[in-house]
C-alpha cells in the first residue's frame, strides 16, 4: 500500500513562490518515478514535472525555468518549488508515483490547492 500526502498549497499574489511538499509511505519510493500534475477547472489534468529514480527532472514547457522538482529517497519526499507564480498555475496539485514496473501514474495523493491571484 502506497500513500502520498501533499503539503504547502495555498493562496499567493502573481510574482510569488510557494513550495509544495509530498512524503510517501510504503517501500517503493526510491524504486520510482515521482512526479507533480495539475488539473485546473474545467480542463484535463497535465503533467507539471516529473523526476526519475536518478533525479532526473523533466518539466512542461509552461514551467521550465520557473519550477524545479527535486526528491529525497532518504525521506521518502518529493518536493515542488515555484516560483514567478502566474494566475494561469491556479489549479489542484496532485503528487503522483509511477507504478515500479509498469509505466504509468499509479499511485496519487489527495491534491492541494494552489491559487494565484493577478
Known amino acids: 500500500q502506497v500513500q502520498l500526502v501533499e503539503s504547502g498549497g495555498g493562496l499567493v499574489q502573481a510574482g510569488g513562490s510557494l513550495r509544495l511538499s509530498c512524503t510517501a509511505s510504503?517501500?517503493?519510493?526510491?524504486?520510482?518515478?515521482m512526479g507533480w500534475h495539475r488539473q485546473a477547472p474545467g480542463k484535463q489534468r497535465e503533467l507539471v514535472a516529473g523526476?526519475?529514480?536518478?533525479?532526473?527532472?523533466n518539466y512542461a514547457d509552461s514551467v521550465k525555468g520557473r519550477f524545479t522538482i527535486s526528491r529525497d529517497n532518504d525521506k521518502n519526499t518529493v518536493v515542488l518549488q515555484m516560483n514567478s507564480l502566474k494566475p494561469e498555475d491556479t489549479a489542484v496539485y496532485y503528487c503522483s508515483a509511477k507504478h515500479p514496473t509498469i509505466n504509468f501514474w499509479r499511485y496519487w495523493g489527495q491534491g492541494t490547492q494552489v491559487t494565484v491571484s493577478s
Open positions: 523526476i526519475t529514480t536518478a533525479g532526473s527532472p
Open positions: 510504503g517501500s517503493i519510493f526510491s524504486r520510482t518515478a
